[in-house]
């Protein structure tokens, strides 16, 4: 809506969007695609002869096998496609040339990874990852550059399994493995290596110890979180706790709180939204509550007032500030929508074409649209800058975010630092020490005792701050 009612940007041309979940499986992933191919009405893959519902590009995430498995099939159709959360890990050249990925290069993250555990000299660590290709590129490749600067680790471990196939006792049994291993470890700090759905790990971790009668032990960790990660409601979560997460660090993609935003989810009200099924269901799960049936049918019990308002829900349901994932999203979508300007103006401005044939036009000619997404360079509403380097990666840094929980089941993210790869190598790595609230349990004068090199701290100023000069971390 943003963007259609702005007339600088496609003018006399509306964009819309379709939704389509994944489920986090391959064959919905595949589906969709092919769908994406298709007669809206009339599913025949590779057959589409209507001119509505043209699809133009294809934003995927939030996690990297949605990007994979999407690409098998829409690269050849050379479809424009986006990837936010997490970019898959694509060997095919033919197939990584038409993605634009609203993420910065993975070694900017690991080099701030690094220059933070050297900071606080956290050099005996514990790694939980993803048994993916992308957590499995993390332990072969960047691990070893750890270990270079003197990072020893207790444990290296991959994510027990979120789903079971047949036996539930078997996954229960690895979830109990894994809580014990961090659990008993000597190690203060676990770095987890994971994706949009490993939250989901993270808040049901501490119910594993009531399976045994084993003592609860893991939430005097400091968890660091890369990026990938974010929090994500789900209902059957709603009842559980999130004081594990209570002074963890998150590595988080830069964002910046868009202008109306907080406006736009005030307003938000299901009695009044046409066609928003998702709103509806939202509201339903968020409240506990049921939306008035229409006339004639029987009311049920506990329906909703229509007072409700999303400011009062906690963040452990609902967060009310864009959160990085959806700041990148929100970049893809305007991303597409200038690239499309860029292409429009200068293919058909000199001309003088019927707005239907323009239209018709633009949507068989999208294999150019990668020609001006690879130079694209714009301001968004915020006025920041929003390009891509030569390997089609957003030119952009990371915030440095420590998480505070309340008893209440709220939570705080505060920004206490940032990695910033484009700021001189002395401004590349800042982070505000004292600003850093620590889980309850935990003793940071441990980590005074741990052996290893010190991170060459360049300036601590009597307010905490500390700058770290960018180190060579190198992807070879």
Not at 283 to 306: D, R, Y
Not at 319 to 339: G, I, K, N, P
Request: glycine share 6%; aromatic share 12%; with cysteine.
């Amino acid at each position: 809506m943003e963007i259609n009612e702005n007339p600088q940007i496609l003018p006399n041309i509306s964009l819309g969007f379709h939704i389509y979940n994944s489920h986090f499986v391959a064959s919905c992933i595949l589906l969709a695609s092919m769908e994406l191919l298709s007669t809206w009405s009339n599913f025949i893959p590779n057959y589409k002869c209507d001119t509505k519902d043209n699809t133009v590009a294809v934003i995927a995430g939030p996690n990297s096998d949605v990007g994979f498995y999407m690409a098998t099939i829409l690269s050849i159709y050379k479809v424009p496609q986006f990837t936010y959360g997490s970019a898959p890990v694509i060997n095919e050249q033919t197939q990584s040339i038409f993605f634009q990925r609203m993420f910065p290069s993975g070694e900017h993250q690991y080099s701030g990874i690094l220059q933070l555990l050297l900071l606080f000299r956290w050099t005996w660590i514990g790694v939980i990852f993803m048994d993916n290709d992308t957590g499995l590129n993390f332990v072969q490749v960047v691990l070893p550059k750890f270990s270079k600067r003197g990072i020893c680790f207790d444990f290296i471990e991959t994510l027990p399994p979120l789903y079971f196939l047949s036996d539930i006792g078997e996954m229960v049994d690895e979830w109990i493995k894994t809580y014990k291993k961090i659990s008993d470890s000597s190690a203060n700090v676990v770095l987890l290596h994971g994706e949009i759905q490993t939250m989901i790990f993270l808040i049901i971790f501490p119910r594993v110890s009531e399976f045994e009668n084993i003592p609860i032990k893991t939430k005097s960790k400091v968890w660091i979180m890369t990026a990938q990660m974010e929090f994500t409601s789900v209902p059957f979560l709603k009842s559980f706790e999130v004081d594990i997460i209570h002074g963890a660090l998150l590595i988080a993609l830069h964002s910046t709180e868009v202008m109306g935003f907080q406006t736009f989810l005030k307003r938000r009200n299901p009695n009044v939204e046409n066609g928003d099924g998702f709103l509806k269901d939202f509201w339903q799960q968020a409240f506990n509550c049921h939306l008035a049936p229409p006339a004639g049918e029987k009311i049920s019990e506990n329906v909703c007032t229509g007072e409700e308002k999303m400011e009062d829900l906690p963040g452990s349901v609902f967060e009310t500030t864009m959160t990085s994932h959806s700041y990148s999203l929100y970049s893809a979508v305007y991303t597409m929508a200038h690239a499309l300007q860029s292409m429009d103006s200068s293919q058909f401005k000199p001309r003088m074409i019927a707005e239907r044939k323009r239209r018709k036009s633009i949507s068989k000619q999208l294999w150019q649209l990668h020609h001006y997404l690879r130079s694209l360079s714009f301001n968004n509403s915020l006025g920041e800058t929003v390009s891509f380097d030569e390997n089609r990666e957003l030119n952009a840094g990371f915030d440095i975010i420590n998480w505070v929980t309340f008893p209440n089941q709220t939570f705080l993210r505060v920004k206490v630092g940032n990695i910033d790869p484009l700021a001189p190598k002395d401004k590349a790595f800042s982070i505000s020490v004292d600003a850093i609230v620590w889980p309850r349990p935990y003793d940071k004068s441990r980590d005074s005792e741990a052996t290893g090199i010190p991170g060459p701290i360049n300036e601590v100023d009597t307010a905490g701050h500390a700058r770290i000069a960018q180190q060579e971390y190198h992807n070879t």
